[in-house]
């Protein structure tokens, strides 16, 4: 072996094999800091599309499962003012059947007929009052609910047909004699099961939202998991590899220095 002192090539052997180890020991320092195995494309370019092609859909679905809820949210709202709905009608049924009967004096029936006619505009004071995020509640369009999946977007539409005493057909009743009160009656108890049908719509529409929403957060779970297995470092294998590649450090280092030390061995023979 010649002994020449215009490339030291044990030195740079070392010091590529040192650069290779502290490259892959920072490599590891940053997955085990992140706690993600893709910090970059250069780590894994088709390994980041997928992945990121997996966040926009659980970003998605995650939108979804609010508009479900605020759906949901909307229907409740609708129902529990139907079922106050539901009381006054109840009571109007009583005061409907106090004025049929002929043991009821006219002043009695004027007074039966106002609290009547209160109830009339409690109902429509409901159908325009109640809202829901600023949104009315009571309307005659059927209120549009965006669900967005992994594989097509779908649109789940919810009607509440409009509150008031006129949409019951009650506006043209009155309890002023014996005889209106009975075909007032019978408005009544039309609307008692008119309201009736609305809630039961409503609730399987609420049943409907809740059930999407449900199947909503099997798919994030599942996505999520899909997308940690990709971008996720495995810490046990990193932390293997953080003791190797420190140990691979510190022995390049010494080697490089060993190698250079060889080399002054040439002074020997100036001397």
């Known amino acids: 072996m010649s002994l020449s002192i215009l490339n030291n090539i044990p030195a740079l052997a070392a010091q590529n094999d040192l650069q290779t180890t502290q490259s892959s020991l920072q490599q590891t320092l940053l997955q085990m800091a992140s706690g993600q195995r ?12 997928i992945a990121n092609g997996l966040q926009a859909n659980i970003t998605a679905l995650n939108q979804s499962s609010m508009n479900a809820n ?7 709202v609708a129902d529990g003012a139907l079922g106050q709905v539901t009381n006054l009608l109840n009571r109007a049924v009583t005061l409907a059947t ?9 002043s009695q029936r004027t007074a039966i007929d106002t609290e009547y006619t209160a109830i009339k505009n409690e109902i429509d004071q409901i159908g325009q009052n109640t809202t829901f995020n600023s949104t009315s509640v009571f309307t005659a369009s059927t209120t549009s609910i965006f669900m967005s999946d992994s594989v097509a977007n779908s649109i789940i539409g919810v009607t509440v047909g409009s509150l008031s005493s006129n949409g019951l057909s009650l506006d043209s009743t009155d309890l002023s004699s014996a005889s ?8 009544i108890n039309a609307a008692i099961t008119q309201v009736a049908g609305t809630r039961g719509t409503i609730g399987a529409s609420i049943n409907r939202l809740q059930a999407a ?18 971008m996720g470092a495995n810490m046990a294998t990193e932390v293997s590899n953080l003791s190797k590649f420190s140990i691979l450090d510190q022995t390049g280092i010494a080697a490089l220095a060993q190698a250079n030390s060889v080399q002054q061995n040439i002074l020997q023979l100036l001397r």
């Open 38 to 49: 893709i910090n970059s494309g250069a780590d894994d370019a088709a390994g980041l599309a």
């Open 70 to 76: 605020d759906g949901i949210g909307a229907l409740q």
């Open 98 to 106: 106090e004025s049929a009967t002929g043991t009821v004096s006219d």
């Open 180 to 187: 209106d009160a009975q075909t007032a009656l019978s408005a």
């Open 213 to 230: 929403s449900n199947v909503i957060t099997t798919q994030v779970q599942n996505l999520s998991s899909a997308e940690d297995s990709i």
